[in-house]
């Protein structure tokens, strides 16, 4: 857990300029999330920055796609099931 805390300060910065990178690219919020179900029917909601709308890929969000970046939000995922409020 204290490993995931410290892994996402640490890329907090490089999130952030991707975000905002994918929120120009596809004019929209740069996030994109949706709630799916899980292990034992739960639902749980997933975050990654949005590289893709009406179906269109942006060079930069095509990077940002084969790079895995797109999927860095997930670390939230992580933080919010071992460290439940």
């Known amino acids: 857990m204290l490993a995931a805390i410290l892994l996402l ?3 907090l910065p490089f ?6 990178l994918a929120a ?3 004019r929209s919020t740069g996030f994109f999330i949706q709630i799916r179900i899980g ?3 739960n639902p749980f909601t997933i975050y990654k920055l949005q590289t ?5 890929v942006t060079t930069i969000c095509r990077i940002l ?3 895995k970046i797109d999927k860095l939000p997930q ?3 992580y933080l919010k099931v ?3 409020l």
Do not use: D, F, V, Y
Not at 52 to 56: A, V
């Open 9 to 11: 300060l640490a890329l």
């Open 75 to 77: 670390l939230i995922i």
């Open 24 to 26: 120009l690219s596809t």
């Open 65 to 67: 796609r084969k790079s």
């Open 82 to 84: 071992t460290c439940p």
């Open 39 to 41: 292990q034992h029917g």
């Open 52 to 56: 893709m709308i009406n179906g269109q």
């Open 15 to 20: 999130l952030l300029i991707s975000l905002l």
